[in-house]
Nanobody, 122 residues
C-alpha cells in the first residue's frame, strides 16, 4: 500500500521560509513523478509544483515561480518543497501526490498525502 506523509508545515511571517517534506512508502518511488498541490477552504485544489521521476524536469505554477523549489531524493523516498518569500496568499493546506508522468492535472495523480497546513501571517 502506497502512503505519502507530509511534514514541515506551520506558521511563518510574510517573507519567511518553510520546507515541506513528503515521505513515501510502498511502491517504487523512483518510478513516479511527484507533485505538490494546495487548497484553501471554498476553493479548488490547485497545482503548485511537480518533478519528474529523475528530478530532471520541474514545473511550477506562475504564482510560486522563482519563490518555491521542488526537489527529490530517490534514495530517501522523499520529495521536498522549499518555499521562500512566503506571502499571506500562500496560506493553504499543502498536499503531495504521485503520478505516472509529470503533469499539472489533478486526475493523473493516484495517491495523495493527508496534507500539512501552512499559514503565512502578514
Amino acid at each position: 500500500q502506497v502512503q505519502l506523509v507530509e511534514s514541515g508545515g506551520g506558521l511563518v511571517q510574510a517573507g519567511g521560509s518553510l520546507r515541506l517534506s513528503c515521505a513515501a512508502s510502498g511502491g517504487t518511488f523512483s518510478l513516479y513523478a511527484m507533485g505538490w498541490f494546495r487548497q484553501t477552504p471554498g476553493k479548488e485544489r490547485e497545482f503548485v509544483a511537480g518533478i519528474s521521476w529523475s528530478g530532471g524536469t520541474t514545473y511550477y505554477a506562475d504564482s510560486v515561480k522563482d519563490r518555491f523549489t521542488i526537489s527529490r531524493d530517490n534514495a530517501k523516498n522523499t520529495v521536498y518543497l522549499q518555499m521562500n518569500s512566503l506571502k499571506p496568499e500562500d496560506t493553504a493546506v499543502y498536499y503531495c501526490a504521485r503520478a505516472r508522468v509529470l503533469t499539472t492535472q489533478i486526475p493523473t495523480y493516484d495517491y495523495w498525502g493527508q496534507g500539512t497546513q501552512v499559514t503565512v501571517s502578514s
